[in-house]
């Protein structure tokens, strides 16, 4: 009987997996989301900017992490637009290009925002470090037209805006190493506010950086997304996705438990 389950067919673990996958999608229950302190600072620092207050959110991510890190983007970029703070987008990932637009200008729409005056997308650099130093010296010779191809020395919406320092907020949403590369390149050089999310498995590595204030918040993976949903009250596809991937996680405990029961029922055997 153990050498049986030892050897149970890899395909039932699949099966089960696709179902914990689907169930809870279909059945549609959403579980209690729970903020944590490091999501609720970027929540909290955005309330406490008045009204055309500047922010800006570099989307440097493409469509591999789109799942984890774009309802951040979007959950951020309504809590931005519902405030009456002015975006200002950008990537240094040539692949967040085309998230970053339709994201800040579809959600812009919905609140009557004006392309311009209320937000722009400068689209993207490359160069990372040099962007970002380039930025810090000044913003307009860095990015000198916009995505759209419009100058940006003419746009409404960078009024008072001349480098990296005049910032009110930057966010990083990254899937790779750029969140070190602001801090090093922009926060330590020009001292703005600077907070972060990403994919969880970079989560863990950002957490010294909170520990030394040089992140004032993070959120990290779909729970981060989520959280941020949570806050601003506009539960979307994060909080959504979070009953799966709770049920996927639990199953995986039960698998890893199953496996150690039965390798010390062999050896007992034996």
């Given at each position: 009987?153990?050498e049986?389950?030892i050897?149970?067919?890899r ?12 169930i809870?999608?279909l ?5 209690p989301v729970?903020?944590?302190?490091e ?5 909290n620092?955005i309330?406490s900017?008045?009204k055309?207050?500047h ?5 440097d991510y493409?469509?591999?992490s789109?799942e984890?890190?774009?309802?951040m ?6 809590h931005c637009y519902?405030n009456d703070?002015?975006?200002v ?9 085309g998230?970053a637009?339709r994201a ?7 609140y009557g925002k ?5 937000f722009v997308?400068l689209g993207?650099?490359t ?5 970002m130093?380039?930025?810090?010296e000044?913003i307009f010779?860095?990015?000198p037209?916009d995505f759209?191809?419009n100058?940006t020395?003419d ?7 001349d480098?990296?320092e005049?910032f ?8 790779g ?6 801090i ?11 907070g972060?999310?990403?994919t969880?498995v970079?989560?863990?590595?950002m ?11 993070l959120?990290s993976?779909l729970?981060?997304?989520?959280e ?7 539960e979307?596809s994060a909080?959504?996705g979070?009953?799966?991937q ?5 199953l995986v405990v039960l698998?890893?438990?199953?496996g ?6 062999s050896r007992k055997?034996?």
């Amino acid at each position: 009987m153990i050498e049986r389950l030892i050897n149970i067919d890899r395909r039932l673990i699949f099966v089960l997996v696709a179902m914990a996958v689907t169930i809870p999608l279909l059945a549609r229950f959403n579980l209690p989301v729970r903020t944590t302190k490091e999501v609720e600072n970027i929540y909290n620092k955005i309330n406490s900017l008045p009204k055309n207050s500047h922010i800006l959110i570099a989307f440097d991510y493409d469509p591999a992490s789109k799942e984890e890190l774009q309802p951040m983007a979007e959950a951020l970029l309504h809590h931005c637009y519902r405030n009456d703070i002015k975006v200002v987008g950008m990537t240094l990932n040539p692949g967040g290009t085309g998230l970053a637009v339709r994201a800040i200008e579809d959600i812009g729409k919905e609140y009557g925002k004006t392309k311009g005056a209320d937000f722009v997308f400068l689209g993207y650099k490359t160069g990372v470090e040099l962007v970002m130093i380039n930025m810090g010296e000044n913003i307009f010779s860095a990015f000198p037209q916009d995505f759209h191809g419009n100058a940006t020395i003419d746009l409404p919406v960078l009024n008072g805006v001349d480098s990296l320092e005049d910032f009110d907020y930057v966010v990083d949403l990254a899937s790779g190493s750029s969140i070190e590369a602001w801090i090093a390149f922009g926060k330590e050089k020009y001292g703005f506010d600077f907070g972060a999310g990403c994919t969880a498995v970079i989560g863990p590595d950002m957490y010294p950086f909170m520990q030394s204030e040089q992140l004032n918040g993070l959120m990290s993976g779909l729970k981060g997304a989520a959280e941020y949903e949570t806050l601003i009250e506009r539960e979307s596809s994060a909080v959504a996705g979070m009953s799966p991937q709770s049920v996927v996680h639990v199953l995986v405990v039960l698998f890893v438990l199953f496996g150690n029961a039965m390798y010390f029922l062999s050896r007992k055997k034996r």
